[in-house]
C-alpha cells in the first residue's frame, strides 16, 4: 500500500473520507491548521480529531495523527492584506495554499508517497481550486497529489451522521478569524 499524508481540518471531515481512504492506503493525518481562531477551537478541533483516530481504532482501522505546530502567525503573515476578503476569496486560496504545501513538503521529506486534503469534503470548499494548488505543488516538490472531490458519493452527508453518532465536536464556522464573524 503506498503512504499517504492526508491533511485534515477537523475530525468531522476526516471522518467522512478515512474509512475509505484506508482500504487503500497507509493512512497518516497530519493535523496542520494554523488558521484556526482562538486557540481553545483549535484544541477544540485537535481533540475531534483525535476522537475520529480513536473510534476508527476501535473499529479495526489503523490511522496515525501527526499534530504540527500551531503557529497563527504564519497564517496572518499569509493572508496580509486579504483580510476583508469575503469567505471563499483569495484568502481562503492562500490559507489553502499555506496548509496544502506545508502538508506536501511533509510528506516529501518523511518518505510519503501521495498527499491530499479532507478540505473538498466540505461544500463550501472549492475542490477545483484545492486540486489545482495540490497538483502545483506535487510538480514542485515530485510527490504525487490524490485528486479529490471527497463531497461526492455522500462523503459531506457521511461527516455529518458520523460526528452526531460518534458525538463528535462540529464546528459552526470554517476556522479563522475572519470567518467567525460572518
Known sequence: MKKLLLHSCCGPCSSGVLENLAKEYEVTILFY?????PMQEYY???????????????????????EAEYNPDSYDLAVVGLEKEPEGGKRCAKCFTLRLEYT???????????????????????????????????KEYGIEYLEANFKKNDGYLKSIRNSKDWGIYRQNYCGCKYSIQN
Open 33 to 37: 491548521n494554523p488558521n484556526i481562531y
Open 44 to 66: 477544540k478541533r485537535l481533540d475531534a480529531q483525535q476522537k475520529v483516530v480513536d473510534v476508527l481504532k476501535e473499529k479495526g482501522i489503523n490511522i496515525h495523527l501527526i
Open 104 to 138: 506536501c513538503k511533509y510528506a516529501a521529506s518523511h518518505g510519503y508517497d501521495i498527499f491530499t486534503t479532507t478540505m473538498s469534503v466540505s461544500p463550501h470548499k472549492d475542490y477545483i481550486l484545492l486540486n489545482s494548488i495540490g497538483n502545483a505543488l506535487s
